[in-house]
């Protein structure tokens, strides 16, 4: 089956713009996380849609954003871009069981984003 | 708050040695517990999840609940277990985060 899809795969924008990442779930995964990965901070999370509803979030500023669909695909969103914001981004699906059970997260590659 | 120590950035071995891999954990409630494995060049991908009592690739993984620890082991390190690893803790419902510690890097020389 296919994997954890996410568009586009690097991306270059300018201080000030904002981008949007989308990411494609494994078919019946309907929890979605998003991931910001950098060298120094390593894996930070983001936030997490169940159901097309925000369920949990990180400590991350409003100008990031994310929402989910009702096919369970799943963007994110960033608004004026900051140099900071530089890193990649990964989502993760799961499948959740009877009694709220996860069965692990299965990653997509990334978006890699250069903020110049 | 929740917390993941991975004490150890660096682990180097050679082949055929034994492996341990530490991982505590500080988390409200009795959180599912995983670890997962990044190979070079490649994308992060689960290794075990202690529900599930599995051994994967040769790696076991112990939970001690009264030292909040979830270490991960394997009796005898090959070449192409060389790789990234990180522990990683998840509450259930409104508190299913997966909260990732820093990782550590095994190499596993000849």
Request: aromatic content about 12%; charged content about 20%; proline content about 4%.
């Amino acid at each position: 089956k296919a994997g954890v899809t996410q568009t586009p795969r690097y991306l270059i924008k300018t201080r000030g713009q904002q981008v949007t990442l989308s990411c494609s779930p494994i078919s019946g995964h309907r929890s979605v996380s998003w991931y910001q990965q950098t060298p120094g901070q390593g894996l930070q999370f983001l936030f997490e849609y169940f159901s097309e509803t925000q369920r949990n979030k990180g400590n991350f500023p409003g100008r990031f954003s994310g929402r989910q669909f009702s096919n369970s695909r799943s963007e994110m969103n960033v608004s004026t871009l900051e140099l900071g914001d530089s890193a990649l981004y990964l989502c993760a699906s799961s499948l959740i069981g009877a009694a709220g059970l996860n069965y692990g997260y299965t990653f997509g590659s990334g978006t890699r984003l250069t903020v110049v | 708050a929740q917390r993941v120590t991975q004490p150890e950035k660096l682990l180097s071995v050679f082949k055929g040695a034994p492996v341990e891999l530490k991982c505590n954990y500080s988390y409200s409630g009795s959180p599912e517990l995983f670890w997962y494995v990044q190979y070079s060049r490649q994308r992060l991908q689960l290794l075990l999840r202690h529900i599930s009592r599995e051994s994967i690739k040769g790696f076991t993984a112990d939970l001690n609940k009264g030292e909040t620890s979830f270490h991960l082991k394997k009796p005898f390190a090959q070449e192409e277990d060389s790789a990234m690893y990180y522990c990683a803790p998840q509450g259930a419902g409104a508190n299913s985060k997966l909260t990732f510690g820093k990782g550590i890097t095994l190499s596993v020389r000849p």
